[in-house]
C-alpha cells in the first residue's frame, strides 16, 4: 500500500493550535475527524479546476480519477491525487475558512522539504506549490507518493528484533544527517529566529498554560522553575528543527529497515537541535498508554536500544562528547504537559464529555512528572 502522509494527531498540528487556541487532539487521540478521511472523496476540491490548473504544470495530471483522503482531525487536509494521465501524487492543502497566521503555514512546509532534497535527509519530492486560492479554495502543493510503511507502534510488534534494531539506528541516522545541515547552505537561514529559541520555547509553554488554566500544576510550575535555572548556555549552533521528530513521523522502506522519508514538517523552525533529540527521547519513558511508549517493554528482547545509547550514537555521529543534557528531555515533558492541559481547556469551553475531559485531564501532571524525573527533581 502507498503512503505519503499517516494519520495525523500528532504534535506537528496540536502544538501549532495549541498556540491558536482550538485543536482538541493530542499524540494516541484520533480526536474528531472528518467523515471523509480514507474514502474517495472530493474533500470539497473542485476537480476540473484541479486538474486543469496542473495539466499544465506537472506531466500526467489530466483527468483527475481518484481522491482519497488519508488525513483527519484538523490538519492540513491531505489526500491521494490520482488522474487519468498517470500521475499518482499527494495533494496537501489549507482547510477552509479562517484561519489565525501561525497555522496551516503548508507554504512553510513545501519551502523545508524542497530545500532538503538532494541533502541526505529523504524527504518526499516536492513538485509543485500553489498560492493562488481561487484554483481549488485554499493554497495547496503537490508531492510525490512514495511507497512505504509507517508505524505508530514504537514496539515494532510485527518485525523482527534485528529490524527493530536497524529502523531504529535508521531514525538516529535521519536524525543526526538533519541537523548537520547548515541552514544557509540550503536558503534557509531566514526560516527562523536564530538567537533565544531555548528562553522563547520555556515562556512560550509557560503562557499557554497561563491562557488556558484550569486548575493549578505544581508539578509543571515546578518544572518551569527548574527549567529556567539550569537551561543551557546558548552555544549559537542554529539548526533545522522538525518539531515532532518521532518514529510515527517516518516513513519506513516497504521491506527493508530503513527511513526513506521524513513526514509532517507543519511544526518545523531553526533552532537548539538538541531540542528535537530530547523530543524523539520521550518516547523512552513514556509507557503504553502515552501514544505506544517504551516504558515496561523489555528493550533487549526487542532489539531496541537504550535511551543512553540511543542519545550517545546521535552524539557520537555529530561528533558531540559526551551525554545529552536532560534538560533537553525536560523541556519536551514541559511543552506536552502544556499542550495537554491547553487540550483541557478547550475541551471544557468546548463543552465536550465529562469521560473525555477527564482522561484527558490525567496526561498534563503525568508528563510533568516525567519531566521532573528526569531532571532529578
Request: with cysteine; proline share 5%; hydrophobic share 40%.
Amino acid at each position: 500500500m502507498k503512503h505519503s502522509f499517516h494519520i495525523y494527531c500528532a504534535s506537528a498540528h496540536y502544538a501549532r493550535q495549541a498556540e491558536c487556541g482550538w485543536s482538541l487532539c493530542a499524540p494516541g487521540f484520533r480526536g474528531r475527524t472528518d467523515g471523509d478521511m480514507g474514502q474517495v472523496t472530493t474533500g470539497g476540491i473542485d476537480a476540473a479546476a484541479l486538474s486543469a490548473y496542473l495539466s499544465g504544470i506537472l506531466p500526467g495530471c489530466h483527468g483527475l480519477a481518484r481522491l482519497e483522503r488519508i488525513g483527519g482531525g484538523y490538519s492540513n487536509p491531505t489526500f491521494f491525487a490520482s488522474f487519468d494521465g498517470g500521475a499518482d501524487l499527494v495533494l496537501r492543502k489549507q482547510p477552509p475558512g479562517p484561519l489565525l497566521p501561525s497555522a496551516h503555514a503548508i507554504d512553510r512546509e513545501y519551502r523545508v522539504i524542497r530545500a532538503l532534497s538532494g541533502t541526505g535527509v529523504p524527504v518526499p519530492e516536492a513538485l509543485h506549490y500553489c498560492g493562488d486560492a481561487s484554483v481549488i479554495g485554499t493554497p495547496f502543493y503537490i508531492m510525490e507518493r512514495l511507497e512505504g510503511r509507517v508505524f505508530h507502534d514504537n514496539a515494532l510488534p510485527d518485525l523482527t528484533s534485528a529490524e527493530r534494531g536497524a529502523i531504529f539506528d535508521s531514525m538516529n541516522a535521519t536524525l543526526a544527517a538533519l541537523h548537520s545541515i547548515d541552514p544557509g547552505a540550503i536558503g534557509l537561514d531566514d526560516y527562523g529566529r536564530h538567537e533565544g529559541f531555548i528562553d522563547r520555547q520555556i515562556a512560550r509553554w509557560r503562557r499557554q498554560y497561563e491562557k488556558g488554566m484550569t486548575r493549578r500544576l505544581e508539578e509543571f510550575e515546578t518544572l518551569g522553575e527548574w527549567l529556567s535555572v539550569h537551561r543551557p548556555a546558548d552555544t549559537g549552533e542554529v539548526r533545522i528543527v522538525h518539531g515532532d521528530y518521532r518514529l510515527g513521523n517516518l516513513m519506513i522502506h516497504p521491506v527493508e529497515p530503513r527511513v526513506i522519508a521524513v513526514l509532517d514538517w507543519e511544526l518545523s523552525t531553526l533552532g537548539h537541535p538538541l531540542s528535537d533529540l530530547g523530543y524523539n527521547l520521550m518516547t523512552w519513558i513514556m509507557d503504553r498508554s502515552e501514544h505506544e511508549g517504551l516504558g515496561g517493554h523489555d528493550l533487549v528482547a526487542l532489539g531496541i536500544p537504550a535511551m543512553r545509547d540511543y542519545a550517545r550514537a546521535y552524539m557520537g555521529r555529530r561528533g558531540i562528547e559526551g551525554d545529552l543534557d536532560p534538560f533537553f528531555i525536560a523541556l519536551a515533558f514541559f511543552r506536552l504537559s502544556a499542550i495537554f492541559e491547553g487540550i483541557v481547556s478547550r475541551a471544557v469551553s468546548a463543552g465536550r464529555p465529562q469521560a473525555e475531559i477527564e482522561d484527558v485531564k490525567r496526561y498534563g501532571p503525568v508528563f510533568a512528572r516525567h519531566g521532573l524525573m528526569i531532571a532529578g527533581v
